[in-house]
């Protein structure tokens, strides 16, 4: 103590001066705790940003009438596979018309519709619509090619978002660009869908040769440098546009599509002019010969004695 106060002393501070400076400087602590709880304050205060909401609630209703094959039946899984929006039912009636479809959309809160129609376990038919005011489309499906079954290389993950590459022919005729706009919103998922996943690692591309729509599916590869096929396959011509949904007014009309009985009936015709001409064929080889038979040798001594 005697030291301190000798301290005190040379220096000419007191006790009193530490005691408040002592004082100041837990006066300064406790101002900035209250500067930093008021920033706490104001933080928690702040509008949090609300999680992102599943706005456009589209929904794309996938199933098919009785009578389809199998190998109609994969092209309709791989597709609601492909798309997370998609909900499916129970198989329709043969006996049952196609405008049943808009009740059966409408109870499965369903806005757009993909239809799978088998005729003669031959021909397969698929249908597009926007339900229920339209408009729809009708395809004839040629070329089926599974995912199974064709085993390519190519994968994407499940309920990934995909892009939409379209030909660039589909803005040049109107009829085309109707049905680009119903791809669009058929085939895109829906932004923040609960059976989505943030991730894009495929291409769905919509091609048009020799009048008709070719579907293909790609993995993106190297940061979108190279493309991989996944599958499925299938090939579209378009038959009819109506304005309304499963039927109504005429919008356009394939000039150029044959029936499928159309052409296998001009398939057996050309089948049969051939089988005709192989006829034909045998039948003056036969003429021939039995000509040649008929025909009494020529004798060289038949004109000896002619004077």
Known sequence: EDMELHVDAATGQSSASKSRKRKRGTGRATEEEQTTRQEEAAVDEAPKKKPKKWKNKQRVLVFC???ITYRSRHLMNDLRTLLPHSRADNKLDRKDKLPVINEVCEMKNCT?????????????????????EGPS?????????????????????????????????????????????????????????????????????????DDRVWFRNYQIVDDGTSLTEIGPRFVLQLIKVFEGSFGGPTLYENPHYITPNAHRRMQKLEASYKYKKRVDARRSLVERKAEEDRALPVDPLDDLFDV
């Open 65 to 67: 009438a009785r009578g």
């Open 137 to 209: 489309a009708k395809f004839l499906v040629e070329n089926v090619h599974t995912m199974d079954e064709l085993k390519l290389t190519g994968n994407c993950l499940v309920g990934s978002r995909p892009l939409l590459s379209f030909d660039p022919g589909f803005g040049d005729v109107p009829h085309l660009a109707l049905v680009k706009e119903l791809f669009t919103q058929i085939f895109s998922t829906p932004y923040y869908h609960p059976k989505s996943k943030p991730f894009i690692d495929h291409i769905f591309h919509f091609g048009i040769v």
């Open 112 to 132: 757009k519709c993909i239809f799978f129609e088998m005729r003669k376990k031959k021909d397969l038919f698929m249908w597009f619509s926007q339900v229920p």
